[in-house]
């Protein structure tokens, strides 16, 4: 093993992840912090407030770390001497202010982090004018959903590239020894000043309860070499901050400026915003002389010439007597460091990737372990408010999360986006842990667990969604996450996690039941779900009351609960082969997942069709208050889902389980009428092999009932969902046909929408009305992969449709992942495809290799939209990325 794995081996008897990058990048604005009456996050606790005002339930700020608990923080403020505050955290739009909802406007980058974190690089760029906040506010709003977003870059504050490279890299010595280096590089073609603050302080836990303890911060020691902060803790104990050279410590409360922000007196002479308005305002009686307090900066003044750079050192550690804390044995710990990081991912990284791949992998995976996020939220408290505070209105009781009052976490999460998205989501955490296992099985698994973990799931069963409202409904893969998580660690270490597997098991079926028993209103095996995590993509809100009544038959509700059962029935089969108890459970699902397969193929008769044999395409269908079935025919992503219900069973599965292999014949034999229009366990394919599937598909090109050939069809398309770089979540069909949907004079519209949605549906930042996911492509991928599993070589389809190019479905799996990929690789012209018209990005050797991992993408031309630093779920690409080299592109 090499020193990182050893690392990870060594965990948790050595707490190599006592520290980690596991500061949020935004506590304003969100649910955990608003405390108004009709729950208007984004407007109770703003940015502007957020200097000075104490935060209950969190930190944040740039580039920075902080222990497990999160009581001890530190990161990064700075000040070129035009902005009229420090840039102490990022800054962007909230939903009410973007024209296409939230977005961070910053320019920052996680460019490196092993998964134990000893070695962790991040770059912010810094413009040496003022920074345009107002004038970003403004020409958004101005602009309406049918402009694009106004950038910080569009202000032309980095031309002539006058900014600020600020690179901050951490190294650990050992689990409690963080040494910190920020080397500033001047782009510009003038010499420069800069005011760097590397800022520590302890989270406010004491403002909210009686007769709390207070832990403390105080200089030690200061001369030429290093000066010294003592921070003093009850629970976290001692630790000391090395600050190279004679920079003034200045010192301060994190407690909130009443004066500011309440027009009320202060409760202590230093407050949160004591550094800033020192620096800023000139206020030399804003930091406390007597080198004490909760939040603490030395305060570095640097002049860098044009394409100079300048370091300063740092060091947080638990040892007190450090001679030479900050001399030769630092940059020889930070080299070794750095050539160990270098170590792990060259033996994780396939030999066959270029170094354009093995940069788009390692950022990617960077990204992800730098989106772990402390996340700490107790519901009941939050609801009744704290014994120190004024009682919550009563109000807010009814606004959201009120039946969630057994929800206390207190993790580390792997966050979708800790700017735009400092809360788990349900779903895009499931996969964010197929990348992350990768590099930390351990940490994948234990973010998969904690989410079936009493104090998250519901006592119904019911997963937590995200905290806007935990009740909501994200499509059920938890199930699928794990048991790809676990094959991947049985890949890695040659051996699977059984107990891991087991217990996730034992909680999904409280889950399961849940959807079968809520979801189902009719008992039909049918399902509604609501919106299911693609926001926009129906003709109307689709978690909202229809404003034709009724109820909607959902295709792609009822094709997760399909792919829910076949999940389950994989990891039952797995347990099968040590406890015989589980050969029961895999019966069940078997039987659920044929009368599900049953019901969504229903052919005449009475009953829901979601089906359409006309066009050869699953549609939801709207159930009206008059009996009338409607079908609403949007060619969307709704419609290929089904593709993800499949699975294949090696003959040497049933010969191990005699039982079941029984069972299953019986219900074959005595259940006919289930098995039409569904691939099952009585056609052997490749090896022998049986598949289970919505979609029925035969090794014969001509059948007429094949399903599968007939979405592929579509799917392969050009002029439909393929595009050059992966699956649109709409067809391009709509473009030129718009499908309408008129009641009661209104008229409702689903039209092609390759970018930005010119709609407000779910704050007006979703579109799933054309661009491309990675989410879904990569459940797709999957998905034909298994297909192959099952029909082999011979089974062959036209790709892209009308081309007279045919492909094996293995090889259809590696041209969408090789497009998707394309996305971030450079083109023959030396341009990424990400980046779109960006020129900065696309010709700037200082910007072009640094990448910025979107929620979503251009359904034409590949350009990144939506959250820029989403590297949760496009992180996948991580995956992909790696099984193309091992497998070959």
Request: charged share 25%.
């Amino acid at each position: 093993m090499n020193a990182e794995e050893r690392r990870l081996t060594e965990t948790p008897q050595t707490p190599w992840k006592l520290w980690g990058p596991y500061l949020s990048e935004r506590q304003w604005g969100t649910v955990r912090e608003d405390y108004s009456p009709d729950g208007s996050a984004w407007d109770y606790f703003t940015h502007d407030q957020a200097r000075s005002r104490a935060y209950r339930w969190g930190e944040d700020g740039i580039g920075g770390i902080s222990d497990d608990q999160q009581l001890l923080c530190f990161a990064l403020a700075f000040w070129n001497g035009q902005d009229p505050i420090l840039k102490e955290r990022m800054f962007g739009l909230t939903g009410t202010e973007g024209n296409h909802g939230e977005d961070v406007k910053d320019y920052y980058f996680y460019l490196d982090s092993t998964p134990t974190h000893s070695y962790m690089k991040f770059l912010y760029k810094y413009p040496q004018q003022e920074f345009p906040y107002s004038w970003l506010v403004e020409e958004n709003q101005q602009r309406g959903t049918e402009g694009m977003e106004f950038e910080l870059l569009d202000t032309g504050v980095f031309e002539e590239n006058k900014y600020f490279d600020i690179f901050l890299e951490y190294a650990k010595e050992n689990a409690q020894d963080i040494l910190i280096k920020i080397t500033v590089a001047n782009r510009g073609s003038e010499t420069a000043s800069l005011h760097i603050l590397p800022t520590l302080w302890f989270r406010n836990t004491w403002s909210w309860e009686e007769e709390a303890e207070k832990p403390r911060l105080q200089q030690i020691k200061a001369d030429d070499k290093f000066s010294m902060v003592e921070a003093k803790h009850s629970q976290l104990g001692k630790y000391c901050l090395y600050c190279q050279g004679e920079a003034p410590l200045l010192f301060t409360e994190n407690e909130t400026n009443y004066q500011r922000i309440f027009e009320v007196n202060n409760t202590t002479a230093y407050v949160k915003d004591g550094i800033n308005d020192y620096i800023v305002a000139g206020n030399k009686n804003a930091v406390n002389p007597d080198k004490l307090g909760t939040k603490v900066a030395p305060h570095y003044q640097l002049e860098i010439a044009p394409g100079a750079s300048q370091v300063i050192k740092l060091r947080l550690t638990n040892r007190a007597s450090l001679g030479d804390p900050l001399g030769g044995e630092f940059d020889r710990i930070f080299d070794n460091r750095k050539r160990e990081a270098d170590e792990f991912y060259y033996k994780l990284m396939p030999q066959e990737l270029d170094d354009d791949c093995r940069n788009i992998q390692r950022q990617a995976l960077a990204g992800l372990l730098w989106n772990k996020q402390y996340y700490y939220f107790d519901v009941t408290r939050w609801l009744e408010g704290d014994p120190t505070m004024p009682a919550p209105p009563p109000e807010r009781q009814e606004v959201r999360n009120k039946g969630w009052i057994h929800l206390e976490s207190q993790d580390i999460i792997s966050m979708p986006d800790k700017w735009e998205y400092p809360w788990f989501a349900a779903w895009d955490l499931a996969f964010h842990c197929l990348p992350l296992a990768l590099v930390d099985p351990d940490f994948a698994k234990n973010q998969l667990d904690i989410m079936t973990r009493e104090w998250y799931m519901h006592p119904n069963g019911q997963l937590p969604a995200y905290e806007w409202n935990f009740g909501d409904v994200n499509p059920p893969v938890h199930a699928w996450a794990s048991w790809r998580v676990y094959k991947i660690e049985q890949k890695m270490r040659g051996t699977g996690d059984r107990a891991f597997l087991e217990r996730v098991f034992q909680k999904l079926l409280l889950n399961f039941t849940w959807w079968v028993n809520r979801k189902d209103t009719e008992g039909k095996n049918i399902f509604e779900g609501g919106f299911l995590g693609l926001d926009n993509i129906g003709v109307f809100d689709r978690s909202s009351q229809l404003p034709t009544g009724g109820t909607l038959e959902q295709a792609d509700s009822t094709s997760w609960m399909a792919m829910y059962c076949l999940n389950m029935l994989t990891i039952a089969l797995e347990l099968a082969k040590e406890n015989p108890v589980y050969e029961d459970m895999a019966t069940k699902f078997f039987e659920h997942f044929l009368y599900i397969a049953d019901a969504m193929n229903h052919v005449g008769g009475e009953g829901t069709k979601l089906w359409d044999e006309e066009d050869g395409f699953f549609y939801d269908v709207l159930n009206c208050p008059n009996g009338e079935q409607m079908p609403l025919k949007v060619r969307s992503m709704v419609g290929l889902i089904p593709l993800f219900a499949v699975t294949t069973i090696e003959p040497a599965i049933l010969d191990q389980l005699p039982e079941f292999k029984k069972r299953l014949e019986w219900f074959i034999n005595n259940r006919p009428q289930l098995k039409r229009n569904v691939a099952c366990m009585e056609t052997q394919g490749e090896k022998a092999r049986r598949m289970l599937a919505l979609c029925y598909a035969t090794r014969d090109r001509y059948v007429p009932e094949d399903r599968f050939r007939r979405v592929l069809g579509k799917l392969l398309d050009e002029t439909e969902f393929l595009s050059d770089y992966g699956i649109r979540a709409l067809s391009r069909y709509h473009k030129d046909h718009p499908y309408l949907f008129s009641i009661d004079d209104q008229e409702y519209r689903v039209s092609y929408e390759p970018a930005e949605s010119s709609g407000s549906l779910f704050g007006g930042n979703s579109n799933w009305r054309g661009p491309v996911w990675l989410p879904v492509n990569y459940l797709l991928i999957e998905s034909l992969q298994q297909y192959h599993h099952y029909l082999g070589d011979e089974f062959k389809v036209e790709c892209p449709t009308g081309s007279g190019h045919w492909m094996t479905l293995w090889e259809v799996a590696r041209e969408l992942s090789n497009r998707l990929i394309r996305l971030y690789t450079n083109d023959e012209t030396g341009h990424r495809a990400v980046y779109g018209g960006i020129a900065k990005f696309q010709a700037d050797p200082h910007w072009h290799n640094y990448l910025l991992f979107h929620e979503y993408f251009h359904g034409d031309n590949g350009a990144g939209i939506g959250a820029n630093h989403q590297t949760g779920w496009t992180g996948l690409l991580a995956k992909l990325i790696q099984q193309t080299g091992e497998y070959g592109g």
